[in-house]
């Protein structure tokens, strides 16, 4: 299921990304969500990191407390693509 995100540039990038094995290895790889946001301009999508960001705070909000409690544990959650880091300072 894809969380509407009012983006369908990054659904469809998502959409592909998740259905190519090369793709998720690059994806998994990126240092960021800009990086993200590149990959998929150079494959001819336009959406920023800003709206990959807002796309996963939605997705985290609309999960299960089971959910919620595996992804807080590390484990991947079927369906879905996550890519975060948190950042204490």
């Known amino acids: ?18 259905g190519d094995q090369a793709l998720l290895d690059q994806f998994h790889s990126a240092a960021c969500l800009n990086d993200i946001a590149a990959m998929g301009a150079g494959m001819g999508f336009q959406f920023t990191g800003v709206d990959i ?27 879905h693509l996550w890519k975060m880091a948190i950042q204490w300072t």
């Open 1 to 18: 299921m894809m969380t509407s995100t009012g983006n369908p540039q990054l659904e469809a990038f998502l959409h592909k990304v998740k």
């Open 53 to 79: 960001l807002l796309h996963q705070a939605s997705a985290t909000l609309k999960l299960s407390p089971d959910a919620l409690e595996a992804l807080a544990a590390g484990v991947e959650l079927e369906g």
